[in-house]
């Protein structure tokens, strides 16, 4: 049971009406005047995106040799930054969706967030399968459409089912967020001061009026669409891990993958969701709705993921030493001692080791702590993926065969890049639509004392 | 006794409370054409209306199917008709390795079906609306509760339905004009 002042904390500030919730939210978008310190985020965020698009015109220019790609690691940065971008994704569909049919109410303040910061994360990963493509202008053969070669795409390719689980989860958090901002977007509309905005908003809101039976159809659409949303968010990560765990690849080939992938997805994402929402709510003013309490559940979900991720490693090493699998054997211990036994033991160190700390309660409480674990988080995830990657390529079945992978000037340009573009749209959210859902909240704010349910703490 | 140049009344109320309450009345007294506004969904209006938002959960029902099937068909014409392929000997119709893209092909077709139907039940998009011509009702989004009987009503009566809303707690009853 929670017993301490922030668990139990209220989750809207006591004083907090229907409008003053209005009027601040959909003020940042509407009126706040446009400051220097996002100006000058915006500049740094849109000079690496513009590196990001350097670094692709070259690649489109040379071709994929401009990375460091040999046979036998065919899969390099590419593959590691759209597995990783792709599971940061994963928290914000999980927060909207999961703890909205567990009603969890603390969700409220900062699914909106989320699932903009889902979008961005699949903007991002959705690039790199393409830009991987020896002839990305050819990247419509992956489609089922009707053409004079009378080709199909292989259904049977864990590849397509890729292609077909991301292209459905990018297309349905589009529609999730649009259907959850819908009412907020009438709000702005109503309350905007220029003319101009109104009509923007006024458009996109699609003449939303807020009746009561088109709040009930609402409800009712949004219920059930978060009903899909959830074994849609564990589909994703588990078919994208099939694309490894079909493969024969010693270290990939293993039935815990989906479960492990989907795990590490989530953490990834509740990190990324801490990362950017503690300076957001710190420049913004918004730690009365964003609270203390908010911090913490998501540092928990952090932690329980984690565990379960520890898990995944613990039961992938004990099945290549029970399996005698002389070549399984050899790919784990060479994680360790091998030539990337530096990353391997980091990522045990910064993904499970560093977030333990998270059971004290003072780290819990201190947005400055949880900061940076959850960027040491997401840099243990990233390698995480680089060692599954590149270690378990470079050392296949034939020794003649193994090679030393490193990523060149223009694979570290290019991931450092995409958060140029994952930040830019960022900045730009955050002054075009509210950054907490302004209807959900007022209902929050109507609730009678007492009637929110206990959390197991 | 209908006004025709009007569309109804507008009465604003206090809170969702009052707002459930009144419009728990007006369905008692027969009143039928009556529409509730507020800035977020209020528990007991539907309710209050005897209204269930069944057809949206069909939709959703019926284009999730149509999705999945669609998905397997494409996926068994391509693989069994249009391009067979012998790979080792395998059985063409290898109807395990179809499931994942039939199940996101359901979850792409129930989403895409029932949000644009829920959009099209509730008549949106739309341009204008005779409500938003009461500049009060601006606030609907914000915090003002507002029911509107409808001029097309069986019981309207401009006076009398006035009173009625007053006695129901109406905080303020406007007139909406076309």
Redesign the interface.
Known sequence: MPDNATETAPLVPPGL???SV??WISGIVVKKKISFGWLGGLAIAFSLLMMFNYAIVVLFTYGVGIWGLQIPVAWGFAIVNFVWWVGIGHAGTFISAVLYLCHQEWRTSINRFTESMTLFAVACAGIFPLIHLGRPWLFYYLF?YPNTM????Q??S?L??DM??VL?YA??SV??YF?GLL?DL??L???APHRWQRIIYGLLA????????????????YL??AG??T??VV?VHS?VS?DFAVGIVPGWHTTIMPFYFVAAALQSGFAMGLILIIPVRHFYHLKDIITGRHLANMAKLMLATSLVVAHGYFTDTFMSWYSGDPYDKFIVADKFTGAYAIAGWMLMILDIGVVQLVWLRAVRESPVALFIIAILVNVGLWLDHYVLVVQSLHSDYLPSEWRIFHGTIWDWMTLIGSFGLFLTLLFIFIRIFPMVAM??M??LV?RKPGEEKVQGA | MTEPESYGLLAEFA??DQLVQA?RMLHECGYRRV????????EG??E??H???T???VI?LAS?VLGAAGGYF??WY??VI??PEN?GGRPLH?WP??I??T???G??G???G??L???L??R??????P??NVERF??????AFFLCVESSDAVFDLAKTTDFLRRCGATQVTEVPR
């Open positions: 009406t229907d409008n209005s009027e089922p009378a080709l199909w795409p259904f049977r864990p397509i089912w077909f689980a459905t297309t349905v529609i999730f259907v009412p009438a709000t509309r109503d309350r699609l003449g939303w009026r807020g009746s009561g039976r088109q709040w009930s159809r609402y409800k009712m659409a059930i669409m899909l949303a074994p849609l589909s078919i099939l209807s959900e007022r209902s109507h | 809170g969702p419009a529409e509730s506004y507020s800035p977020f969904a209020v209006i539907p209050a209306f209204f269930r938002p057809a949206v959960a959703f999730a494409m996926q391509a693989s249009s391009y790979v290898s390795s179809f994942p893209i199940f996101e092909m979850v792409l129930g989403v895409l029932g949000i139907g829920m959009i039940l509730n949106l998009p739309r341009y204008s609306h409500v938003s601006r606030a609907a989004s914000s915090d």
